[in-house]
């Protein structure tokens, strides 16, 4: 068995020496043998590779020999998938890669304030792209780091601090300028330029000689598959700066040490804490996503008053001072992975005689879609067809089989399958580069869902529908797309009443809504009200441009009684690809002074579509309301598809009705619909059309 080395530039020229050495008497420790190989010495069309591997009777020295391509593949220093060459990309489609990259800090930052228990631990954050935002942190914190959101080993982090109302302390490692409004305004631009920077408040961790320091925790997955903290160390700068990485000048120590002086009273506590603190970010920053990460160096920090705070997470981690340590995980998880191509072996083999619907999940689905796609495998089995549950890294691309699971006895039991006869896509992966592998291997195969993967935006979705029908066009929210502040100011003033709201992915969070009054305006954040005058709202509005904002008219859709409700109208196709509602779901807010739905500390109930037609408007199913829902429904499905050009199976159209009846689009929804509490309804239209693909061969 053999695990490939590999980077666009050959490792045994990139790579350390301490790396390269580590990795081979690792290797040797195994008993695997490694190549270590670059894009040059690559020939896919044969599935050939020229490589260097070790020299077994010479130690240092090299054997060059062609060889069949590894299946596993250890990427040294990972790419993002838009940094990889053509021939790095076809590489990434025939074998598995090990490594792969992560978002950038402010992504993983949002990511984690969805966590109850993880939540505490986040640093303030937002998007630093002109004066104004660092303006309204330094007002309130006094003192901020400004940071690269993609930036590594320190490089690029600027300490700023207010030292008076006019001037400000500007710091970068150890040289110092002390500007005014205008020449930090200048500065800030020369130094983000077109670069994504982050602000955060400083936080305040210093020994007792000024010296800043933090935690990095290096967590790798074993030779299980599971992950383990290979190595806990402090990193600590120099005194009187901000940044305490090593290639900026910093030092370490025995992390037990450090804290034993820092913390004596508590440092039996925090030496239990950081292991089991490293552990639990790496889970949960994996379950992000789909593809499981090998490495990750976490870095937390303990400020002056013992509150622990997440600075990041970064792949590929420095690992100068313990290579072995790192390179024993790192070969033992390669060959974990290899291994589980002989895993076939040890399952029965699932008979070949029924209509086989691949159904494409990812593993940490919520109740759910567990409860949809059980209903699935029913309907499935009604249907005279079987359905296989498959994740993406369950495919064994040589074997052209996969690991599938099949709803046995009231759970899912593994089988040995070949590839399905139809794809039924609920992972929704498509265009993303960790999975094109996967989706090449399927191409010949027909598939429900062939959109590229991710949320539309609603300007988009709305510019769609410009030229649809009457009765779908005049629905679209009158909408400015946030481009010009003037502009987005004579929009408030012409409506009165508007809304701004993220134009993807809001999760009813950071909306606004804005009412022009006779001399100023009155802005609600969903929990408190401001009153700004015209040069105020224009600075706010100028610190919202570019940051993927949307303004539009505010629908007041509400029930007799005040509380805010959409209504989530889900739309199916059936066997012949014809259009029909599955259902109409209302979803009502508790609260009635919140403007939204599905604010995050607003209860949203959901009640039956009869009862609320009944209640609210006096009519029964298949009465006026019932049918202007479900036509404005279909024909904004129909026309999507016409735009779109590309079939998907489904699509969740979010509408709300004002106080004259009028029905209006929120949005819509064509990736990882939920349905609560349909999923029978919703299976009774997925399966049968899943099955309507399979043309089988004459």
Known sequence: MSIGIYHATHPLQLLPSARIDALVNAAADLQVEILFFDEKGLDLKNKQVTASIPNPEHQGQWIVQTLPLPNIVINEMGKLPKERSPIEQKLNRMVTFTSHPIHGKLRIQQYLSQSESLSPLVIPTQQCRNIHSLQEYLSHYRHVILKPDRGRQGQGIVSIRAIGEQEFLWQIGTDQQILTPIGLEKTLMALVGDEDYLVQPYIHCQTTDHRPFDFRIHV??????????????P???????????????????????????????????WIKTLPEVGLQLADYIDSMYDYPLDELGIDIAIDEEEKLWFYEANTAPQTKDHEYQRALHTIGYAHYLSQRHHLLEQLPILPDDQVMIGLLAEHNGTDSDENFIEACAAVAAVNGARLVRIYANDIFYDQQQLLGYIWEQGGWKPYACRYPDVLFDRLKKRGIAAYSRMYDAFASIPATHELKSGSMSKVHIYRLL????????????????????????EFMERYENTVLKPDTGSHGQNIFNIKHR???????DQSYLHYLDSAKLDQFVRMSLGKG?????????????GHPFHLRT??????????????????????????????????????KWDWFLNMEYGEAPGQQMDRRVRQLAIETAIHLEQRLGRNFPEIAIDLGVDK????????????????????????????????SLHSPSL
Do not use: C
Not at 220 to 233: C, E, H, K, M, P
Not at 518 to 524: L, Q
Not at 673 to 678: C, D, P, T, Y
């Open 220 to 233: 790798q997955r074993n030779d299980q598959g599971v992950f383990q903290i290979t190595r806990i160390y």
């Open 235 to 269: 990193r600590i700068g120099q005194a009187d700066t901000v940044i305490s990485n090593y290639s900026q000048g910093g030092t370490t120590t025995e992390w037990t040490t450090l804290l034993e002086q820092q913390f004596p009273q508590s440092a039996v506590q």
């Open 466 to 489: 410009a030229d649809a029908p009457a009765i779908v066009a005049d629905a679209v929210i009158p909408f400015h797309d946030m481009q010009q502040s003037d502009e987005v100011v």
């Open 518 to 524: 006779e001399s100023d305006y009155e802005v609600y």
């Open 549 to 561: 904002y949307i303004f539009q008219q505010f629908v007041d859709s509400s029930t007799t009684e």
């Open 570 to 607: 889900h739309v199916m196709k059936v066997g012949a690809g014809e259009w029909k509602v599955a259902f109409v779901q209302p979803f009502v807010a508790v609260s009635t002074y919140r403007k939204v739905t599905n604010h995050a500390q607003t209860l949203r109930l959901s009640t």
């Open 660 to 691: 004259q009846r009028n029905i209006w689009i929120f949005e819509a929804n064509f990736n990882r619909i939920g349905n609560s509490f349909h999923a029978f309804e919703a299976a009774k239209y997925a399966v049968p059309y899943a099955i």
